[in-house]
């Protein structure tokens, strides 16, 4: 079911429930009045029936109750009347003359002066009259044939209104919600027409400040990250073939080269350590790729545990001065806090001194070994590590592209590298929750702040 039959549906139920509430509620109140006139009726003849029984002793009084009864008060169908001295009382409900009448009627009777009781159709009011010092009983029963009619026409006209407004309602329901989704309609067809083909296709901004022009906004957006994600894939893709194909081109030629013909030990050799050269450059890169790979920010949990990060940076120090001698990295822990709790992390060791190595040798290699700074700050709950140094830099139209896999910046030809580093790095830092930022100029240097949480104290 669409959600514009919902929304009709919906709206109908509502509707009928407000119908049948108010409905019920003046067919209680109308039955109600119906049935208090009827009794007042009966009350009116108790009244005349008690005088005209009471005044018997003159002829013209009671002659002038007889006409009044005659010419105004209409017949009732079934209609009795029982008048007699309060005292007879017990004696005429032992006599049975009224079938069906309850002690409640008649205790309500000599309590409050008036009584009325309903029995299907037929309706009872009792009331006492004084005389003097006495009291006398009168009651009046009639059949309501008028009354029950009038209940049984407000009850069927009630309903035939309520069915003739559920049926508007849901018609009007139907209409309005087709008028308010149209938009969205259109929208669901306009995106039917976009594929793989034509991601570059965006949606008509219908302007306006609604909820359709907001989901336009989004869907124009999600479309603009699809297309980016294609792009960088396909990139991806051919710059992985053609990485990949480079050495073992190389490979194959120098086996291929070496068996032709008969060689020397020496050309024998030279091709061997071309071909190990290549094998490693191969190893390294399918190793960049498959860490690439694994560290794809997928949402899956991690196995974390504490890590001090000014430790970590010592460490990936000591690496490098392995790796590369002449370097000239300085640390400045000056501004951390004296409180070790502050400097600690949750994280994966291994994946944090894989993503910080590359970001300082890089930081080495582009700055041809000239001063890399590597200083630790505490801003509020995060820790940031702040890596400048002071070489070519990144061309600023380029600096978007530098998370694309195997994008190397125009200036870096004489460099040797695969342009995974700082992808990597990047997405190592966000299954830390973490970041990283990249700021640079060309010839001037780059400076990289890789951010993390700090750990919560256990």
Known sequence: MTIQHKTALTFTSITA??????????????NMFAFQDFYKRLEIRGLMTAK????????????????????????LPGEREFFFPKDSLSGFIKSGALVGLTDIFYNKLTMNKLATYRIGNYFYTGLLYRNGSKYYVSIVCAQSDDSIRYARKLKLILGVCCLIGVVIAYTAGLFFSRHAFKPVRDLIDRVKTISVENLHRRLDNPGGEDEITELTGTFNEMLSRLETAFETQNNFVSNASHELRTPLTTIYGEAELALSRPRTQEQYVQSLNI????????????????????????????NFKLVRIDELILDVKNTLNKIIPENKIFIDFEHISANESNNIVNGNLQLLKLGLTNVMENACKYSNNNVVS???????????????DKGIGIPESEIRHIYDPFFRASNTGKYQGYGIGLPLTRNIFRIHKGSIFVHSAT????????????????
């Open 443 to 458: 010839s001037i240097g780059t400076t990289v702040t890789l951010v993390l949480p700090i750990a919560e104290p256990v």
């Open 374 to 388: 590597v200083k630790l700050l505490q801003v509020e709950q995060t820790l940031h590590i702040v890596i400048i």
């Open 275 to 302: 071909i190990v050269s290549q094998s490693e450059k191969l190893h390294k890169l399918t190793d960049s790729l498959l860490s690439l790979a694994q560290t794809g920010f997928d949402g899956k949990k991690q």
């Open 52 to 75: 005209s029984e009471l005044e018997h002793n003159s002829a013209n009084i009671r002659e002038v109750y007889t006409e009044i009864r005659e010419r105004h008060l209409e017949p």
């Open 17 to 30: 429930s407000i119908l049948i509430a108010l409905s019920s509620i003046a067919y209680f109140y109308m």
